[in-house]
């Protein structure tokens, strides 16, 4: 269960074994905006009655909602943003309208729109910040077939740092509050009758309490609690087809969480899917049945086993249709039809059309084309001994051409309670087309392996997690991959610290570093979280390494005349700014790219701009690009390309590698 923002049986695809890539001719060099500009197609969605296919692709240069009717040539757009542009978006169960939200330039406030299919009219269901006097975000918590006009979503119109759960007809755009949100509230509970049947809530030792009510109304009661060594990788997938049971990711008991079901009524519970080195990944479930069909485990690559055989002849088919991770993305309410995702490491991500009764594959389309002209580089699992005597997972991108030890890019991902994953990756292809050696790290507090694994980064930012990316440095030197002369360290969010991390505490590893939107100081960091991120305060604290000090769910603030601290209140400060990259900037040996988005409401932009002014003030030679627009990562194709473009500049400066003029 991650904190805000920051898934007999038969195997379906076995999981390669791990080694080094084997080597391919050399490319043409890939123009970043093949990789890097707006996809030609994305996020295709099938009509709840399947009469209408609907995708995101460009409209005059900015992303916006397409439609189609399946079996004709009628493309035609269905909104016309000229701004941001439209990401995320869903079919509501009526057939008849399509919903999206959008934020302003990346602040993340979100107001979700409806588009009417039939006429193209787009009309707003959510207030706007003038209604409350401060800003409002739009989540859509839960949409159901049996109530196909109508949503649920959180609001946090009456107080900020909370969203109250909203009953919304997407038809006459009526907002009714079905229940308030207390001030420890993580999760709504929503059943399959759309009916709010729970939440879980935040306790005071960085745990969760699942709270449930029954059918028809009443009370609420306490299910079960989640241990804060449970919290990160257990979680509810939803409820049971009979709405008296909870589907859970659970970790209790054992160390990787597994599919369970647990009934309201007693808590009798039983294991459906497990597997002892892998935590459950996700699980497919039959659009109107609720029943569960197959589940994921994110292993060396994505593997599906089949848990319903109604559906296993055509798992089996679909593993031959194409090479990838698989997975069904969108399906027709009579489950007949069925959209399918492959994401192959060395080509473009490809969607099928699949008709169960022909039992036949259709490509719609590919993400990017453009990138079939091109040989791209192949991604390899791998894994190492961290120094404490854990095994760490990566994956290895090698230029095509590869003749070692060369150049490397330490490419850390953010989170950090997230993972990467072997598939197409546009950093990584374009990382090994410029002539350089992509290492991907799954460093511990990565998600997948097991909560002790995840675990083992509690208070570790800045320590052992670091030295789980230092060690997958010594690791490629010893493998004849990286020349240790030349190794730049990247990343973004979580990545873009553990980048500022390593040029402070590890500068003798990197030749240069890269981080965007990365925190600087952990002290400033979690005191300018989101305001609705308070209920989960308290993890996040117990993770980074606070003291957790609370009165009324809410965070007593540290005091700030010295003298007024406690023994334990000036450890903590201490620790804080012994693992915070701001006050070691002195150590920095070698350049560094720092990239920010002004309106970030996650990492504030004075993360980065402290950072670089410490920098500058020492003489030490950094970059700094704020894109006005934008908030935590760059959604505008001109934001984008600009800083990849100032990107590879930074590394064929440092690494001698290839760049587009």
């Known amino acids: 269960m991650p904190l805000p923002e920051s898934l007999g049986c038969v195997s379906v695809s076995p999981s390669p074994a791990p080694g080094l890539p084997a080597t391919k001719n050399s490319s043409s060099l890939i123009p970043?905006?093949?990789?890097?500009?707006?996809?030609?197609?994305?996020?295709?969605?099938l009509s709840?009655?399947?009469?209408y296919l609907t995708w995101v692709a460009p409209s005059d240069g900015v992303l916006n909602l397409w439609m189609r009717t399946v079996g004709a040539q009628d493309d035609r757009p269905l909104t016309a943003d000229r701004g941001r542009g439209v990401f995320n978006y869903s079919w509501a169960f009526n057939g008849a309208q399509v919903l999206y939200t959008q934020d302003r330039d990346g602040d993340e406030n979100h107001r979700l729109f409806a588009v009417d299919i039939a006429g193209g009219e787009t009309r707003a269901l959510t207030p706007d910040d003038r209604e409350a006097g401060h800003k409002i975000q739009a989540r859509i918590l839960a949409a159901r077939p049996r109530r196909p006009d109508e949503v649920m979503i959180g609001l946090n119109r009456r107080d900020v740092r909370q969203h109250d759960?909203?009953?919304l007809n997407v038809r006459t755009g009526s907002l009714e509050l079905v229940e308030e949100a207390g001030p420890l509230l993580l999760v709504w509970l929503i059943d399959n009758d759309l009916r709010v049947r729970g939440r879980i809530e935040a306790l005071p030792d960085g745990g969760g309490a699942v709270l449930v009510r029954d059918a028809g109304g009443g009370l609420l009661r306490e299910l079960f609690r989640l241990s804060a060594e449970d919290f990160f990788t257990s979680g509810v997938i939803g409820f049971t087809p009979d709405n008296e049971g909870l589907l859970l990711r659970d970790s209790r008991g054992r160390n990787t969480a597994a599919l369970v079901e647990i009934r309201l009524s007693g808590g009798e519970s039983r294991v459906m899917a497990a597997d002892p080195a892998w935590d459950l990944y996700g699980a497919q479930r039959h659009p109107t049945a609720h029943t569960i069909e197959a589940v994921a485990f994110n292993r060396e690559r994505l593997d599906w086993e089949v848990i319903d055989p109604a559906v296993a002849a055509d798992f089996a088919r679909l593993r031959?249709?194409?090479?990838?991770?698989?997975?069904?993305?969108?399906r027709t309410l009579d489950n007949r039809r069925w959209l399918v995702e492959f994401a192959a490491d060395d080509g473009p991500m490809a969607w099928y059309d699949y008709d169960r009764d022909k039992a036949e594959a259709r490509l719609l389309f590919h993400h990017r084309p453009e990138l079939l002209d091109y040989s791209l580089a192949s991604m390899t699992p791998v894994r190492f001994d961290s120094r404490d005597g854990l095994l760490v997972h990566g994956y290895l991108t090698l230029p095509?051409?590869?003749q070692g030890p060369g150049p490397m890019v330490l490419n850390v991902h953010g989170g950090p309670w997230t993972r990467d994953s072997w598939g197409y990756h546009a950093e990584a292809q374009w990382l090994a087309n410029r002539g350089y050696a992509c290492l991907q790290v799954n460093y511990r507090g990565s998600t997948s392996y097991g909560k002790a694994f995840l675990n083992a980064g509690d208070r570790e930012w800045g320590g052992a997690m670091l030295n789980d990316l230092s060690d997958a440095v010594a690791w490629a030197v010893r493998q004849g991959v990286a020349d240790p002369a030349r190794v730049v360290i990247y990343g973004g969010s979580y990545g873009g610290f553990a980048t500022l991390c390593g040029m402070t505490f590890t500068p003798e590893l990197y030749a240069g570093g890269v981080s965007l939107v990365g925190p600087s100081s952990l002290e400033t960091f979690l005191n300018t979280i989101p305001p609705y991120w308070t209920s989960a305060r308290r993890q996040l604290d117990d993770r980074v390494g606070r003291i957790p000090r609370y009165d009324g769910g809410k965070r007593a603030g540290q005091p700030k005349d010295p003298a007024d601290q406690t023994v334990e209140e000036k450890a903590e400060i201490e620790f804080l700014r012994g693992r915070s990259p701001l006050f070691h900037v002195q150590n920095v040996r070698s350049p560094m790219l720092i990239a920010q988005g002004a309106n970030d409401p996650r990492v504030k932009r004075a993360e980065s701009d402290q950072f670089v002014k410490a920098m500058e003030s020492k003489g030490l030679k950094v970059e700094y690009a704020v894109y006005e627009n934008e908030g935590h990562g760059f959604a505008r194709p001109a934001n984008r390309l600009d800083f990849y473009r100032r990107a590879e500049k930074?590394?064929?400066e440092i690494l001698g590698g290839r760049c587009e003029s």
């Open 650 to 652: 930074f590394l064929a």
């Open 48 to 51: 709840p009655d399947g009469r």
């Open 320 to 330: 031959d249709v194409a090479r990838g991770n698989m997975g069904v993305i969108s």
């Open 165 to 167: 759960a909203w009953r």
């Open 400 to 402: 095509n051409d590869w």
């Open 32 to 45: 970043r905006t093949v990789l890097f500009g707006n996809a030609r197609n994305a996020s295709p969605s």
